[in-house]
């Protein structure tokens, strides 16, 4: 049962026989693939008949079966050989390919396995990818479902934390502001400035409004007093009694 998996799964081995590595060309590559601990390599095939009988490759074309055949040759490096079912002299059947490069023999997957790999490769990490979203999904019954990332809090713990640039004021609040620090300046003056950062304060000399005298603000006072007294109206005479007749 070992050696049927082992024939099924081709695609995952390869082989090289360090001895030949150095003298391989076109004319004795297929020499190389026919050797006998090549496990790519059917000794059933007409090769090995045409081997045997010591004739050369041209009778292959003659002959009806399972053939190996140079395909491709890119010295020193890369050749590609062919396994086909040969069926008349012009007709033939391909089973698989064989690349070798720099000594080692691959078989090339067909394309339903390429496709096959492909699929499996994306749904392993379209399942992966679920199941890392499955383990950061938190539940409770009075919050619900949240998400909870470990390494992005530890990134962010890790990283330096950048001041944030304060917002400009607007046009409004920088007028609105100008006009209460003049109010606060005229209210109250400073007592000392400073000419440049380091120097000592210079006081500033604030100049006092004269007091009028007290003469005068009496006379405002009384002014304002006599303009509110207005004259009252005259009070009208008592009633005149009138004699009663008798």
């Known amino acids: ?52 009988q010591r004739l050369t ?23 590609i050989i062919r ?42 990490g379209i399942q992966s990818a679920f199941d890392e979203a499955m383990s950061y999904c938190r539940y409770h019954p009075s919050k619900g479902y949240w998400w909870h990332f470990k390494d992005q809090e530890e990134r962010e713990k890790a990283k330096p934390k950048s001041k944030k640039k304060e917002e400009p004021s607007s046009l409004f609040q920088r007028h609105r502001v100008d006009t209460l620090l003049l109010d606060l300046r005229s209210k109250f003056p400073p007592t000392f400035y400073q000419p440049k950062p380091g120097e000592k304060p210079i006081p500033v000399e604030v100049k006092k409004e ?9 006379q405002e006072e009384r002014e304002p007093a006599t303009k509110s007294s207005a004259p009252a109206p005259p009070s009208k005479p008592p009633p005149e009694k009138r004699a009663r007749l008798q």
Request: charged share 15%; aromatic share 10%.
């Open 57 to 79: 490759l041209e009778h292959l074309n003659q002959m009806v079966g399972v053939e190996y055949i140079l395909l491709h040759a890119q010295e020193p490096i890369l050749y």
């Open 1 to 52: 049962m070992s050696a049927v998996d082992f024939r099924d799964n081709l695609l995952g081995i390869s082989w090289v026989d360090s001895g030949w590595v150095p003298i391989l060309n076109p004319g004795n590559v297929l020499d190389y693939f026919s050797e006998r601990s090549n496990p790519f390599y059917d000794r059933t095939c007409n090769n090995e008949v045409v081997k045997m």
């Open 83 to 124: 396994k086909q079912q040969r069926q008349s002299p012009t007709q033939v059947i391909p089973f698989a390919d064989y690349y070798i490069i720099a000594g080692v023999v691959y078989q090339a997957p067909d394309l339903g396995t390429v496709i096959n790999s492909r699929a499996l490769s994306a749904v392993h």
């Open 210 to 218: 004269p007091e009028p005298p007290t003469e005068t603000v009496k």
